[in-house]
């Protein structure tokens, strides 16, 4: 029997991160009815998909054949996606910073429950239709999209343009810790070996998807190691919306990682202020361990 996200082990934990990818090409057969009731048990519990800072997403499940829902609406992905199932569509309300960090955290964790069952998926914020998923699912003036994932169950091979595109964003080239992470204060790059406990945890945000692959994710580890604090490195004239995404996705697996190397903390807002590189550099939240 499957382990839930929140139950796995510390090698479950690291396994299932390394294993998600972007899955783009997926096999014709249907998704199977074990799974569908799995998916919407995950749905109907609100604990799940609670954010650390209270926001709720909403989940709305639409299956497809050939691209066309059971509404007989064509839902548009750009040529970007083959075979897709079902799609799993985020909801949130609207013009809401804190909303999107919670929707990282909480999409991203039901990312790699499907991972753990096998079923693919991709992160989609941009490279999708979204008045043809807002009339699907009967989107209100408050709400708004940020992302969305294709399921089904990986084919395999990836087509010429999905192999493309996994090129073209530098997907499997990930930036080291010396660019990332840093130890007390921001120029003084952290060291693997100086991490301790934190290691496991630094890594798995090393290892998380962002958009574009740009991992606009910067941690600082105080002196005393009692915190660990997020900073978003904009990118500029990117989207805002999706790289508050990537913090929240940053987070779950920053979470889930000292989950599995048993470190007890929360997270909460509290600025250390810290001196800044630049002004490209936000302050997002801290891990501040239990006592």
Request: proline share 5%; aromatic share 8%.
């Amino acid at each position: 029997m499957k382990t839930t996200i929140k139950d796995f082990a510390l090698s479950d934990t690291a396994a299932v991160i390394r294993k998600r990818m972007s899955v783009r090409n997926y096999e014709a057969r249907p998704i199977s009815e074990e799974d569908y009731e799995a998916i919407a048990r995950y749905a109907a519990d609100p604990s799940r998909l609670t954010g650390p800072f209270g926001g709720i997403t909403r989940l709305d499940l639409v299956k497809v054949t050939g691209a066309v829902s059971e509404k007989g609406i064509k839902l548009g992905t750009y040529g970007m996606i083959k075979n897709p199932q079902a799609y799993l569509v985020g909801v949130i309300p609207k013009d809401n910073k804190t909303a999107l960090l919670d929707f990282g955290y909480a999409f991203e964790k039901l990312v790699l429950f499907l991972t753990d069952r096998g079923i693919g998926t991709c992160w989609m914020g941009g490279t999708f239709n979204r008045n043809s998923f807002g009339r699907e699912i009967n989107l209100a003036d408050h709400e708004t999209i940020p992302c969305i994932t294709p399921i089904g169950y990986p084919q395999g091979k990836e087509g010429l343009l999905r192999s493309a595109m996994r090129t073209l964003v530098k997907a499997d080239n990930k930036k080291g810790w010396s660019e990332l992470f840093c130890d007390g204060a921001f120029g003084r790059p952290l060291e693997e070996k100086a991490a301790g406990v934190f290691a496991l945890p630094v890594e798995m945000v090393r290892l998380g998807p962002s958009a574009s692959n740009k991992q606009p994710w910067r941690l600082v580890l105080s002196e005393d190691r009692k915190a660990v604090h997020l900073y978003l490195a904009h990118t500029p004239n990117y989207s805002e919306v999706m790289q508050l995404t990537d913090m929240g996705i940053a987070m779950s697996h920053f979470e889930l990682g000292c989950g599995a190397a048993g470190v007890e903390g929360s997270w909460v807002q509290r600025d250390p202020q810290l001196a800044l590189p630049d002004a490209r550099t936000e302050y997002i939240a801290s891990w501040v361990v239990k006592a």
